[in-house]
């Protein structure tokens, strides 16, 4: 099984704010990975898809890079409705999510 | 656009088997994974299984059509019915660790999971 790690736990960030969410893979799942957001009480919303692609309607402040075994998120400038936990899933072989890293108001 | 719904009990007994249906709206079910991936309260995502449908007339599942998690698959059996556009999860032998919230979601051949039911909570209680 292929184990997820992200990092912070919890984020305090203010509005406007640039912030870069870490992920951690204990192998390589190549460009195998995808960034959901999710807010409380609803289903996880896809960002990203295979390491740095938008999804269809994801604001452009969204972006994701790295490969291999190390992967980033970053917000350009935090909006209002970005606070949420962030969750990372690989699908090298096949599904496993990351523990989450949640973004509050600081 | 996809929609998907869960249905089941919200409630079940320990040591009894939790069945649950997701039927899809807006799409065809044909050539996606249908997925469960559950979330117990405050915790994280865990992925529970995924059934292939090829859209064949003489479609069967076999083993190479049905996917589960490991540490899930003594207990879990995964289908689809076709003709209610719908797929369904079956958990034998529940505790209270199964407790969570039960999302059925639609995943692509490429492993991206872009649909997404609303969830529904399923508690394990006595």
């Known amino acids: 099984e292929i184990v997820l790690t992200q990092s912070p736990g919890t984020l305090s960030v203010s509005p406007g704010e640039r912030v870069t969410l870490s992920c951690g893979a204990s192998?390589?799942?190549?460009?195998?990975l995808a960034w959901y957001q999710q807010k409380p009480g609803q289903a996880p919303r896809l960002l990203i898809y295979?390491?740095?692609n938008r999804a269809t309607g994801i604001p452009a402040r969204f972006s994701g890079s790295g490969s291999g075994t190390d992967f980033t998120l970053t917000i350009s400038s935090l909006e209002p409705e970005d606070f949420a936990v962030y969750y990372c899933?690989?699908?090298?072989?096949?599904?496993?999510f990351g523990q989450g890293t949640r973004l509050e108001i600081k | 656009q996809v929609q998907l719904e869960e249905s089941g009990p919200g409630l079940v007994k320990p040591s009894e088997t939790l069945s649950l249906t997701c039927t899809v709206s807006?799409?065809?079910?044909?050539?996606?994974?249908w997925t469960w991936i559950r979330q117990p309260p405050g915790k994280g995502l865990e992925w529970i299984a995924s059934?292939?449908?090829?859209?064949?007339?003489?479609?069967?599942?076999?083993?190479?059509?049905?996917n589960y998690n490991p540490s899930l698959k003594s207990r879990v059996t995964i289908s689809v019915d076709t003709s209610r556009n719908q797929f369904s999860l079956k958990v034998t032998y529940l505790t209270a660790a199964d407790t969570a919230v039960y999302y059925c979601?639609?995943?692509?051949?490429?492993?991206?999971?872009?649909?997404w039911g609303q969830g529904t909570l399923v508690t394990v209680s006595s």
């Open positions: 899933q690989q699908r090298s072989n096949w599904i496993t």
């Open positions: 807006g799409g065809s079910i044909t050539s996606y994974y």
């Open positions: 979601a639609r995943m692509t051949t490429d492993g991206i999971i872009d649909y």
């Open positions: 192998q390589s799942v190549s460009r195998f």
């Open positions: 295979d390491a740095i």
């Open positions: 059934i292939y449908y090829s859209g064949s007339p003489n479609y069967k599942p076999s083993s190479g059509s049905t």
